[in-house]
């Protein structure tokens, strides 16, 4: 039932880092692009990083420089490695998977979601 499991999340000090995991069918990672999304109480769901399956990539500026996507093909596994956190990463990220063609941070364009994993940085 369960095509897309995050995993990662945490409680962070500013500057520190977590990596983020998300498990996919076989059938789901095989769409043509991967995405991190995420949501901060109060605002939209805004897209972080996405990545082709020929791993081409996008970034929001926000994380550029911090942030890196990047799949596992053998393992089916999706990751979001962030560096040098701040309180404005705050927010639940979404692994998410859709059949476009190139890496893309528009949410309308992806089929399938995961439920969402926490990050909290503190100062």
């Known amino acids: 039932q369960v095509q897309l499991v995050e995993s990662g999340g945490g409680s962070v000090q500013a500057g520190g880092s977590l990596r983020l995991s998300c498990g996919a069918s076989v059938y789901i990672y095989s769409s043509y692009s991967m995405a991190w999304f995420r949501q901060a109480p109060g605002k939209e769901r805004e897209g972080v990083a996405s990545?082709?399956?020929?791993?081409?990539?996008s970034n929001a500026d926000s994380v550029k420089g911090r942030f890196t996507i990047s799949r596992d093909n053998a393992k089916n596994t999706l990751y979001l490695q962030m560096n040098s956190l701040n309180p404005d990463d705050t927010a639940i990220y979404y692994c998410?998977?859709?059949?476009?063609?190139?890496?893309?941070?528009?949410?309308?364009?992806?089929?399938?979601w995961g439920q969402g994993t926490q990050v909290t940085v503190s100062s």
């Open positions: 990545i082709a399956i020929d791993g081409s990539a």
């Open positions: 998410a998977a859709g059949s476009v063609r190139w890496p893309s941070l528009s949410p309308a364009l992806y089929d399938y």
